[in-house]
C-alpha cells in the first residue's frame, strides 16, 4: 500500500511534469517536428495519460482504504472502466510508436538502398504511420472497456452497495482463447517486445559498423589533426547514440517483462497464478508501477542524448529570477567569460569618415568563389546549416545569396539570426581544472561566414599591404618557417660573432577575445579599408550573443569586445589592430642591425618576440608595448612571457609594473624549440614525440591494411611532417641524422609488425625493411627541404628578415673560415657549399692541372660563352653537388663570376 500510495504517487508525478515539458517542447519546435522525434511527441502525450490513468486507479484506491471515504469510493467505480480504457489504450499507442520509430531508425541505419526508399516512404507519411498506431490500439485495446462492469446492490449500504465483476463477454471462452490471447497478448504484447528487443540490436551493430567503416576513410582523407578530432566526434557519436539505444530498450524491457511473464502464465496454468493472492497482487502492483518509471525516465533519456532537445527545452525551463547560473561549474564558466568578453576599456566611437566609395554589387562567381574556398567537415552553427550544402547550390539559388549580400552592403543591415553563436572551449595545455586553458570557438552560421569570405576577398589586398615585413601571420607566401628560420639565424651568428643578443618572448592574454571594436574599426580605417566596409563591420559586431552549452546546461553570454575565432576574417582584422599598435611606438633606435636595417621584433599573429642586444632596451620596449596595448584592451600574461639571452648579455633586472620575467634556457618558437647554444637534441627529442603521437592516429588503419602504398602515403603525409617539421632550419650534424633515423625505424618497425631483437635475430638489413614498407627516408627529406627552402630565400625580393639575415655578415667583426663554414653549412647548404668551394681554390694550386669535368655551375649561351645557371631548382642542384673537382684558372672565374650573379 505504501509502495503504490507514496512512490508511485510520486513517479507518476514526475512523469506528467516531464512528458508535459516534452510534450510542450515539441508542438512549438519545428525542427524536432521534422525529425523521426515526432513520434517522441506523441508517446510523450501518451505517457501523460498513463501516468494520470494510474493515479486514478491505483492511488485513489489505496486512499480509499487509508481514509475509508465512501464518497471517493463511489466516484472511483464510476469512472473506472474509462480510466482503465484510456490506460490500455494509451499503453498500446506508446508501445506501437516507438516499435514505428525503432523501425524507421533502423531503415535509417542500414546501407541497403532499397531500405533507404522504404525509409523516406515512412518518413513522408509519419502522421499516417501514427493515426494507425492509434486506430490500432483501440481495436486491440478498446474491447477492455466491456470486459468490466460495476455492480449495484440495493439491499446493502455503504461500501458493500457495489462493486466490480467481469462482464459475459469476458467469460466467453472463444473470446477469451481466440481474441484475448491470439490477437490482443501477441499485438500488443509479444511483438512489441520482440521486435524492439531484435531491431535495437541490429540498429546497434549497423551503428558500430558504419562508424568503423567511417573511421577508416576518415583516418585516409584527414590530416593529423582533423583526424584526431573526426575520430573522436565520430567515436562520441557512436556511444551516445549505443546509450540512448540501450537505455530505451533496457526501460521498455523492464517495463514489460512481468506482464510477457504473468500472460504466459495466464496461458499454461491460470488456476495457479488466481490461486496465490499474494504472487498475484505483488506482479500487479509491479507491473502497473514499472511502465510509469519508464514514462518518468524518457526525459534524462533523451534530453541526455539528443543535444537538439537539450537546447530547445533549456529555452523553455524557468531559471532563477536573475537568468544567470548562481553554483557549480556553470557559475564559474559564466562569471569567467562574461568578464572575458564584457568592455573594459571604453574608447570613444570612431568616426566614420565619408570617402565616396561606392561598393559595387556582389557578383554570383564572388559567391561562388567563397563557397569553394569554405572547407568541408566543420561544424554548423545555430541554422546547422553544413558547408557541404551550399558546395551544392544551384545557379538560381547563387544568385539569390548575390542580391542578398549586396543589399546587405547597401544598407548596413544584418540578419538577427548571424548575431547569435554557439561557443564551443577547446582544451589547449595546461592544467584542465583552469578555465583559462581553453580556447572559445565560436560556431557561426555558414552563410555568415560566406558573407565575410566575400568581403575578405576584397579587402585582403589592401590589408596585406599595410603589414610590414614583421608580421608572417595569416599571409600568402608567408609561413612559420619565415620566423623560425629569422630566429634561428641570428642565433648562430651573434654566437658565432660574440654578439650580445636577448630575446623576448611575448604572450597575450586570450588576445583575439579581449581587443576592443572600436580600436578594430579605427585601424580598418587607418589602413584604408573603405568606410562602408567598416560600417558593416560595426553592424555584425553590435548586439551580439553566444551561447555556451556545459554540462547540458546553456548559458546566454552578450559579446562586447573580441574578434570571434571561427570567422575567416577574423585573423585579419586582427593582425590590421596589432600594426596599428606598432605604428605609434617609437623603436626607431632599437634592436640589432641587420646590414643597415634594424631589426626589433617579429611577429606571427599574436605570437611576438622583440630582439634586443640588451635587457634593459628589451625591458623598454616591453613596457612599451604593454602601455600600447592596454589602450585596446590587450593584456600581456606575465606568467608566459619569458626572456632568453647569450653570453655576452650582462644579467641585469628585468621586471614590468613590479612583475619579474623570468629567464628561459629555451623557448618553444612556433612549434620549434629554440635555444641560444643552437642545440637540436631537444628539438629532435620533441619531434620524435610529435611522430609517435602521428603514427598513433593512423595506427588502426595500419594494422588492419594490406596494401603498401596506403600504409607508406599514410606515412609520408602524417608520421614524416611531424618527425621533420622546421626541418628547412636545422643544421644536422652526423649525429642529429642518426637520430632521426633511429626514430624513423622504429615506427617503421612497428608499421611492419616487427621489433628491434627479432630484426637482430632474423639478420634483416635497415634498407631491406625499408623496401618493404616503401616510406620516404626522413634524413634526406630534411635535407630536401633545406635545399627547397634555400632556393625559396634566394628567390625572395620583398626585403624580408628571411633573405636579408640569410646575407648577413656582421661588420668590424671578423671570424676564421673554418668556424664560418660551420655555421652556414647547418643554415644555408648554398652558402656552406660557396664557402667551401672558395677555400678549396684559395689553398690549393691548381694552375697545372688537366681538366676532369666541366663546371656544372655555369651553361653555355648563345653567344658560345658561357653564362651562370638561372635559380629555380635546377641551379640549386647543380651548386649542391658540384665537386672539388681539378678546374683551370678560367673555371675559377667562371665560379667567381657565378658568386656575383647570384650575390652569395
Known amino acids: ?161 457495489m462493486g466490480l465483476a467481469t462482464s459475459r463477454l469476458f467469460s466467453n471462452p472463444v473470446y477469451d482463447a481466440v481474441w484475448k490471447f491470439w490477437i490482443r497478448k501477441i499485438v500488443t504484447v509479444f511483438l512489441p517486445f520482440t521486435v524492439l528487443a531484435s531491431f535495437n540490436a541490429a540498429i546497434v551493430y549497423n551503428v558500430r559498423r558504419t562508424d568503423r567503416d567511417q573511421t577508416v576513410k576518415a583516418l585516409i582523407m584527414f590530416s593529423t589533426v582533423g583526424t584526431r578530432a573526426e575520430v573522436t566526434r565520430l ?41 496465490n493472492e499474494g504472487v498475484y497482487t505483488v506482479t500487479t502492483d509491479i507491473s502497473s508501477f514499472l511502465p510509469i518509471l519508464a514514462c518518468a525516465m524518457r526525459l534524462p533519456i533523451y534530453a541526455t542524448n539528443d543535444k537538439q532537445i537539450r537546447t530547445e527545452l533549456d529555452e523553455r525551463l524557468p531559471r532563477n529570477m536573475s537568468g544567470y547560473p548562481t553554483k557549480g561549474p556553470t557559475k564559474v564558466i559564466y562569471d569567467f567569460y562574461s568578464d572575458l568578453f564584457d568592455s573594459h576599456v571604453h574608447l570613444p566611437p570612431y568616426h566614420l569618415r565619408e570617402d565616396g566609395y561606392l561598393i559595387p554589387s556582389v557578383l554570383p562567381s564572388e559567391v561562388r568563389h567563397a563557397i569553394k574556398s569554405v572547407k568541408n567537415r566543420t561544424a554548423p552553427g545555430p541554422d546547422r546549416i553544413r558547408p557541404e550544402h551550399l558546395k551544392n547550390l544551384p545557379t538560381a539559388l547563387v544568385n539569390t545569396l548575390a542580391r542578398l549580400f549586396t543589399r546587405y552592403l547597401s544598407e548596413c543591415k544584418v540578419p538577427s539570426q548571424w548575431k547569435t553563436s554557439r561557443t564551443v572551449l577547446l582544451y589547449k595545455k595546461g592544467d584542465p581544472q583552469d578555465i583559462g586553458n581553453y580556447r572559445p570557438i565560436c560556431l557561426l552560421s555558414v552563410v555568415y561566414k560566406l558573407f565575410t569570405r566575400v568581403i575578405l576577398n576584397r579587402i585582403e589586398r589592401t590589408l596585406d599591404e599595410g603589414q610590414p615585413c614583421e608580421q608572417a601571420g595569416f599571409r600568402k607566401g608567408f609561413s612559420t618557417i619565415d620566423h623560425i628560420h629569422t630566429v634561428t639565424r641570428l642565433i648562430e651568428v651573434s654566437r658565432e660573432y660574440k654578439m650580445p643578443l636577448c630575446l623576448t618572448f611575448i604572450d597575450l592574454k586570450k588576445a583575439f577575445d579581449t581587443v576592443e571594436t572600436e580600436a578594430v574599426l579605427e585601424a580598418l580605417g587607418n589602413q584604408g579599408v573603405p568606410t562602408q566596409y567598416i560600417r558593416i563591420f560595426r553592424e555584425l559586431y553590435s548586439n551580439f550573443t553566444t551561447r555556451i552549452s556545459p554540462f547540458y546546461d546553456d548559458i546566454t553570454i552578450d559579446v562586447r569586445r573580441g574578434v570571434r575565432q571561427g570567422d575567416t576574417v577574423s585573423p585579419k582584422l586582427f593582425t590590421a589592430t596589432l600594426e596599428d599598435v606598432m605604428r605609434r611606438l617609437e ?9 643597415g636595417r634594424l631589426l626589433h621584433h617579429l611577429r606571427f599573429a599574436d605570437d611576438i618576440v622583440l630582439i634586443t642586444p640588451s635587457i ?188 636579408a639575415v640569410s646575407d648577413w655578415t656582421p661588420r668590424n667583426v671578423y671570424r676564421q673560415t673554418q668556424d664560418i663554414i660551420a655555421r652556414l653549412c647547418g643554415c644555408c647548404p648554398i652558402i656552406g657549399k660557396s664557402v667551401r668551394l672558395q677555400k678549396k681554390f684559395r689553398d690549393t694550386d691548381i694552375e697545372n692541372e688537366k681538366l676532369v669535368v666541366p663546371s656544372p655551375l655555369m651553361k653555355p649561351a648563345s653567344n658560345g660563352h658561357l653564362e651562370p645557371r638561372p635559380f629555380g631548382m635546377g641551379g640549386i642542384g647543380a651548386l649542391i653537388m658540384a665537386r672539388s673537382s681539378l678546374a683551370t684558372s678560367d673555371q675559377r672565374q667562371e665560379i667567381k663570376d657565378f658568386q656575383v650573379a647570384v650575390k652569395v
Open 1 to 161: 500500500m505504501c509502495f503504490v500510495g507514496c512512490i508511485g504517487l510520486i513517479t507518476a508525478l514526475v512523469s506528467i511534469v516531464h512528458n508535459s515539458l516534452l510534450f510542450y517542447t515539441f508542438i512549438f519546435s519545428k525542427e524536432l517536428r521534422k525529425r523521426n522525434l515526432t513520434y517522441l511527441m506523441w508517446i510523450s502525450g501518451c505517457d501523460i495519460f498513463v501516468s494520470i490513468s494510474y493515479i486514478a486507479i491505483m492511488c485513489v484506491q489505496v486512499y480509499t482504504d487509508y481514509f475509508e471515504s465512501f464518497t471517493i469510493f463511489y466516484l472511483w467505480h464510476n469512472y473506472l472502466r474509462e480510466a482503465f480504457t484510456v490506460s490500455h489504450i494509451t499503453l498500446s499507442s506508446s508501445s506501437f510508436l516507438l516499435m514505428a520509430a525503432t523501425i524507421e531508425r533502423y531503415l535509417q541505419s542500414t546501407t541497403d538502398p532499397r531500405t533507404g526508399s522504404l525509409f523516406r516512404l515512412l518518413a513522408r507519411h509519419r502522421a499516417s504511420v501514427v493515426l494507425f498506431c492509434f486506430a490500432a490500439s483501440c481495436i486491440f485495446r478498446g474491447t477492455v472497456f466491456f470486459e468490466v462492469a460495476v455492480v449495484y446492490n440495493s439491499r446493502c449500504t455503504g461500501f458493500s452497495s
Open 235 to 275: 567515436r562520441s557519436r557512436l556511444r551516445a547514440v549505443t546509450r540512448m539505444l540501450v537505455m530505451v530498450v533496457c526501460c521498455y524491457l523492464a517495463a514489460n517483462i512481468i506482464d510477457v511473464v504473468v500472460a504466459f502464465w495466464e496461458t499454461i496454468d491460470i488456476e495457479s497464478l488466481f490461486a
Open 587 to 595: 623603436w626607431d633606435n632599437m634592436g640589432v642591425r641587420v646590414d
Open 616 to 803: 634593459s632596451q628589451a625591458e623598454r620596449m616591453l613596457a612599451d608595448f604593454d602601455d600600447a596595448c592596454g589602450k585596446i584592451g590587450l593584456q600581456l600574461n606575465l606568467t608566459k612571457t619569458m626572456f632568453m639571452r647569450n653570453g655576452w648579455v650582462p644579467d641585469a633586472p628585468f621586471s614590468l609594473n613590479g612583475t619579474t620575467i623570468s629567464e628561459c634556457s629555451s623557448y618553444v618558437y612556433l612549434g620549434r624549440e629554440v635555444n641560444m647554444m643552437n642545440d637540436l637534441a631537444p628539438e629532435l627529442g620533441r619531434r620524435k614525440r610529435a611522430a609517435w603521437g602521428a603514427y598513433k592516429s593512423i595506427e588502426d588503419v595500419v594494422k588492419k591494411t594490406k596494401n603498401i602504398r596506403l600504409r607508406a602515403h599514410l606515412f609520408n603525409t602524417t608520421v614524416l611532417p611531424a618527425l621533420t617539421y622546421a626541418s628547412e632550419t636545422w643544421a644536422l650534424r652526423k649525429q642529429d641524422e642518426n637520430a632521426v633515423s633511429v626514430i624513423e625505424r622504429s615506427i617503421e618497425r612497428v608499421m611492419l609488425g616487427m621489433t628491434r631483437l627479432t630484426q637482430v635475430r632474423a639478420g634483416i638489413r635497415s634498407s631491406t625493411l625499408r623496401q618493404q614498407s616503401k616510406i620516404r627516408d626522413a634524413a634526406v627529406y630534411a635535407k630536401l627541404s633545406k635545399i627547397r627552402w634555400a632556393g625559396h630565400v634566394m628567390r625572395l625580393n620583398d626585403h624580408r628578415w628571411t633573405r
